[in-house]
């Protein structure tokens, strides 16, 4: 497995396996928001083919999607996926958490599957891609955009353990 670190156009990186290559890079939405883009392929030859748009599959996070990763990054919550995407919505993608062996992006596209596979070296790659782009986007820094996920984590939980107690939320038109 290798890891490929690029700011030629912008941050990227890409990381090699044995029959795929996935590539996580800098991008912007059409607002011009920044967030990331994930492009995975077959290799062909041992190789990455990725002018093949039949061989690639290629998925700009939403800015709800790229808070969830970043969300579930930081492990306040177990899974991170999105469905929908391109002109045809038929584009999704799901993240495992693959423990030791590091991280596993299925990318999925009318019927087919890629998987990349960021290996745990990767993980702090992908970490500094996601709060990097977050921070960007918000005009923010990226320790206020850690301790704002933070936040709203804390937030999210306090209002859940209240519902639990049998106390509603004073939002809710309960008083």
Known sequence: MEIVFSQDYGRSFTAYSKKSAINIKDSFNQRNVATLTIDSCNLVNSKPDWQNRSNKISIQLTQIELI????YILG???S???NYHGTEKNKSFQVHDNGLSGIIINSHQAGRTISGVIPTEGRQLLIT???GR???GWGVSVADAIGLLKIDFARKRAIAATKAEGYSHPQQGHH
Request: aromatic letters at 18%.
């Open 134 to 136: 977050l921070a960007f």
């Open 129 to 131: 891609m996601v709060f």
């Open 80 to 82: 991170c996926s999105g």
């Open 68 to 71: 969830n990763m970043a969300n």
């Open 76 to 78: 306040y919550s177990e």
